[in-house]
T-cell receptor, first 114, second 113 residues
Framework: DAGVIQSPRHEVTEMGQEVTLRCKPI?????LFWYRQTMMRGLELLIY????????DSGMPEDRFSAKMPNASFSTLKIQPSEPRDSAVYFC????????????FGDGTRLSIL | GNSVTQMEGPVTLSEEAFLTINCTYT??????LFWYVQYPGEGLQLLLK?????DKGSNKGFEATYRKETTSFHLEKGSVQVSDSAVYFC????????????FGTGTSLTVIP
C-alpha cells in the first residue's frame, strides 16, 4: 500500500527564494496535517485540513508561509520568501477523520536555506 | 486543554535491558493514546495505540497501558535491542478536535551492544 508521499526529500536553496513542498496523502484519508520538526522546537503542527478545507492554521509561523489543498490527493506548503531560520524537516501526515484513527506520516522534506 | 508530557532523554541502555519511557497526559475529554517511533532520517511510525481506559496496546515487544486514574501511558519493553534505537513520541487525540494530535517532545533511546 502506498503511504504518504512527500517531495522533494531534500531541498537546498538560497535565502529569499520561494520553496514549495508537496504532499500526496493516503487515498481515502480526509484529514491532512503539516508539521515542522527542529532540534530546538521539536515537532510543531503548522496547519491541518479536513475534506480539503483548512481548519486550524494557528501554527503557521508568519505570512511567508501558506498551504493549499486543491483536491483530496494533493497539498502544498509554500514559503516565500524563505529565510535561514526556516531550515527544518517538514512532515506531512494524513488520517481518516474518525475517532481513534492514527496519523500516517510521510518521510519528510529536509529543507536547508542558505 | 490537551497536552502530553514525556520523560526527558536521552536514554542509553545496554542490549537486553528493560525499558520504560514515562508519558502523562492532560485532556478535557476521553482521548485516544498513541506511541510513535522515529528512526533516523524517517517519518514517525505508529508503534501502538489504546483507545479507552485499561486498554493495553502492544507491538514488536513494546507495551503500554492506558491508565485513566494516573493519566499515564508509559511505554515498556522487557528486553531492548540495538535496532530499537530511535526517538519515541507519546501522543493523544480527542474526538472533538478533528483528529488533531498532541505530541510529547520525544525521548531519544540509544541501545548499546
Amino acid at each position: 500500500d502506498a503511504g504518504v508521499i512527500q517531495s522533494p526529500r531534500h531541498e537546498v536553496t538560497e535565502m529569499g527564494q520561494e520553496v514549495t513542498l508537496r504532499c500526496k496523502p493516503i487515498s481515502g484519508h480526509n484529514s491532512l496535517f503539516w508539521y515542522r520538526q527542529t532540534m530546538m522546537r521539536g515537532l510543531e503542527l503548522l496547519i491541518y485540513f479536513n475534506n480539503n478545507v483548512p481548519i486550524d492554521d494557528s501554527g503557521m509561523p508568519e505570512d511567508r508561509f501558506s498551504a493549499k489543498m486543491p483536491n483530496a490527493s494533493f497539498s502544498t506548503l509554500k514559503i516565500q520568501p524563505s529565510e535561514p531560520r526556516d531550515s527544518a524537516v517538514y512532515f506531512c501526515a494524513s488520517s481518516l477523520t474518525r475517532d481513534n484513527q492514527p496519523q500516517h506520516f510521510g518521510d519528510g522534506t529536509r529543507l536547508s536555506i542558505l | 486543554g490537551n497536552s502530553v508530557t514525556q520523560m526527558e532523554g536521552p536514554v542509553t541502555l545496554s542490549e537486553e535491558a528493560f525499558l520504560t519511557i514515562n508519558c502523562t497526559y492532560t485532556a478535557t475529554g476521553y482521548p485516544s493514546l498513541f506511541w510513535y517511533v522515529q528512526y533516523p532520517g524517517e517519518g514517525l511510525q505508529l508503534l501502538l495505540k489504546a483507545t479507552k481506559a485499561d486498554d493495553k496496546g502492544s507491538n514488536k515487544g513494546f507495551e503500554a497501558t492506558y491508565r485513566k486514574e494516573t493519566t499515564s501511558f508509559h511505554l515498556e519493553k522487557g528486553s531492548v535491542q540495538v535496532s530499537d534505537s530511535a526517538v519515541y513520541f507519546c501522543a493523544l487525540s480527542e474526538s472533538n478536535t478533528g483528529n488533531q494530535f498532541y505530541f510529547g517532545t520525544g525521548t531519544s533511546l540509544t541501545v548499546i551492544p
